[in-house]
């Protein structure tokens, strides 16, 4: 799996281990920046994760800011991201299982970097094979909000 990585300055401190759980996990990191906890605008990088994924550069996507609000709200903008705040574990796999949640959003002021790190793995290992019925309805109802769609 290939996963785009993006975060700012706010995000910078748990970069490190998320990278690190990425690559245990045997998957591949796409590196979109920030580098450092130098100030930055951190749609800057929600866009560029959201675009590796809807490209198809990258499978899926992890941002990080300093609450995870901003970037999450950045990348779902674009149709076709499914991106979500989870700072739980249940919630970072079952986005994926239920909601085809494709980015993760962390907060780096909110959460420690060893949370981070599990946090990745729930969001990485779930997938979405034997979604049921209901869960199918639901997403295509979503879809159906995106394309302006909805009654
Ligand atoms: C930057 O100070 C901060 O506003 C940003 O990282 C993020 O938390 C926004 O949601």
Known sequence: MRVALGCDHGGFPLKQAVTDKIKALGFEVLNFGTDSEESVDYPDYAVKVAKA?????????????????????????????????????????????????????????????????????????????????RHLRRIKKIIEVENNNFK
């Not at 962390?106 to 060893?114: C, N, T």
């Open 53 to 133: 994924i809807l490209s198809g550069q990258a499978d899926r996507g992890i941002l990080i800011c300093g609450s995870g609000v901003g970037v999450c709200i950045t990348a779902n903008k674009f149709k076709g991201i499914y991106a979500s705040i989870a700072h739980d574990v249940y919630t970072a796999a079952q986005g994926v299982t239920h909601d085809n949640m494709n980015i993760l959003c962390l907060g780096g002021r909110v959460i420690s970097p060893a949370q981070a790190a599990e946090l990745t793995e729930a969001f990485l290992t779930a997938n979405t094979k034997g979604q049921e019925a």
